[in-house]
């Protein structure tokens, strides 16, 4: 926190040099010179890599990548790189595509690579025949957008077409907007610049076509034109028996009946998917609110996947979400991580990613329902979680296993008893 005779206000900080920034913050934050030293790390990226990627850059902050192994999607295996700060995800990820094998794995599908591009028309006197307008001019406002994006359509994207809704504004009743919306392929790129300039390249023609006011023209991150499935069929011997299958099913509806549960529900499929995201340089935030969006899209916050049982009496789990994820663009081909990770994954479209995203993302959730169904979560996660507890602790090299191995035994992982075991052992 910067101390109060210190002012946050330091106008031209963003053209200083990234080091120079570090500098300042650290004079202005009272860093020592070992915590300066931690940001300014920067390891295998240059600075001028990381001040190119975001602004008023001052270091990095790295987030520890491991792989998932055991998947098998559509009959074939995938090493699956995860970036993600929380133990236990990976693990539990691993362990959920260990026991799908013996089914065959995961099976996905996807609706393709379309997004929507929303266009705001409001001060529409007739919106109702002013929407009908649009659709039928719709032949020219997909060339115009088209025209603004020669590589896409090349590559067998672009505009496909066009829709329009009037929305009525529940602030004030009888007061109404048009929204029209591009239907975009976007092929191999997550398609964010690529529909926001198409949005804004059509807006001039939406008003002379209205009569309106164009306001916004902006991507909807509620993808559900770019629908990512997968299925896998989890054998009751797999799984520890038939009460297990009926457990995690118990476990899915409660989240099916309470939107409190399904927040966390998801959370648990997020953890996946967003680590798959964050690995591969896509937009975390992005997927997130195309995944929360979706799993309200009824009216009432759901779960994303689904569990039932077969005639065999195995688990049958699903999941259906959208996964706005590309291959080019923003990050995914600049970051040298991202792109080696992409390598691992060997995924060669976008939609082969976020298929596979899904797949993750249905496995992470099942890897949990299980723990919580069945010995609870805090075995499996705690586990491997004391050892952040033994690190906050104060306890290094050898002194960290040993203090996370005493407290998993002692079923206390708790930084009290860390720091008291710590004590302890180096009296030894
Ligand atoms: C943690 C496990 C996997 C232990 O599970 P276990 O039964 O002790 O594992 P196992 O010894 O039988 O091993 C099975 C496989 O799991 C993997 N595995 C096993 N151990 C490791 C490890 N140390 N490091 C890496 N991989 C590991 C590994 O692939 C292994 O296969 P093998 O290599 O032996 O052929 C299990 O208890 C589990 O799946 N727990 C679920 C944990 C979880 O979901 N964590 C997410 C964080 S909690 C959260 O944020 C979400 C939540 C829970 O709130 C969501 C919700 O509420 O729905
Ligand atoms: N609401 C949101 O989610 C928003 C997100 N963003 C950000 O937008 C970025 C992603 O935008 P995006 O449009 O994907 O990135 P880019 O504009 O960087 O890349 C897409 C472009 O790459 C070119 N391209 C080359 N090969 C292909 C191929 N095989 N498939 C598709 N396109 C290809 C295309 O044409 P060309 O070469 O002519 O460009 C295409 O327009 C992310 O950084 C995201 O964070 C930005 C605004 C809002």
Known sequence: MISMEKSSQISGFYKLPPQERLAKVKELAGLTDEEAAVIGATGALKWEQVDRMVENVIGVIPVPLGVAVNFRVNDKDYLVPMAIEEPSVIAAASNAAKMAREKGGFKTSSTGPVMRGLIQVTEVKDPFSARLEVLAAKDKIMELANAVDPILVKFGGGCKDVEAYVREVPNKPGHTMLIVHL??????????????????????????????????????????????????????????????????????????????????????????????????????????????????????????TTYEKNADGDLVATIELPLAVGLVGGATASHPTAKANVKILGVKTATELGEVMAAVGLAQNFAALRALATEGIQRGHMQLHSRNVAIQAGATGDLIDRVAEAMVKEKKVRADRAKELLEEFIKQ
């Open 183 to 304: 239907i975009v392929d976007c092929r191999d790129a997550m398609g964010a610049n690529a529909v926001n300039t198409m949005t804004e390249t059509v807006g001039p023609h939406i008003e002379k076509i209205t009569g309106g006011k164009v306001y916004l023209r902006i991507i909807s991150n509620l993808a559900d034109r770019r629908l990512m499935r997968a299925k896998a069929v989890f054998g009751k011997e797999a799984i520890g028996g038939e009460n297990v299958v009926d457990a995690v099913i118990k476990a899915y509806e409660f989240a099916l009946a309470d939107p409190y549960r399904a927040a966390t529900h998801n959370k648990g499929i997020m953890n996946g998917i967003s680590a798959v995201t964050l690995a591969t340089g896509n937009d975390t935030r992005a997927i997130e609110a195309g995944a929360h969006a979706y799993a309200a899209i009824t009216g009432t916050y759901r779960p994303l």
